[in-house]
């Protein structure tokens, strides 16, 4: 997707015009979505270009600029690809239970760290 950025002085807004997107049809025809730029430089992604892009709410977006023209890609993160990948052992998590284990562990680990590092006494 290619937007093209224009600048009001009289309105003080900026529009952005998508100039050319990849195979997003529009019911019979083909038309390019647009979109306004408020004050604070925010942008509303047309649903069928959202569509088509695999965005859902609160998905991240980058920004290459390229001969003055702005692509805009989908940011997929490993780590939210992943979610649900690894199986809970017990349904539902004992969290409390979880966090209680940990704490012993690292409560375990520096008591016997000091031991390691307390002088000999005599």
């Known amino acids: 997707m290619t937007v093209e950025l224009n600048h009001d002085d009289e309105r003080n807004t900026i529009d952005a015009r998508i100039t050319s997107v990849h195979n997003v049809a529009i ?45 805009v890609r989908p940011v997929r993160s490993s780590i939210l690809d992943a979610y649900g990948a690894v199986e809970p052992r017990n349904r539902p998590e004992d969290f409390r239970a979880i966090r209680e284990a940990f704490e012993r562990g690292v409560a375990d680990e520096v008591v016997a760290s000091m031991a390691r590092e307390a002088p000999a006494t005599t």
């Open 27 to 71: 019911g019979d025809t083909m038309r390019l979505p647009q979109s306004r730029m408020t004050q604070k430089g925010q942008v509303t992604i047309p649903v069928e270009v959202r569509k088509q892009m695999g965005l859902k709410p609160s998905d991240r977006v980058e920004f290459e600029i390229v001969d003055g023209y702005a692509i």
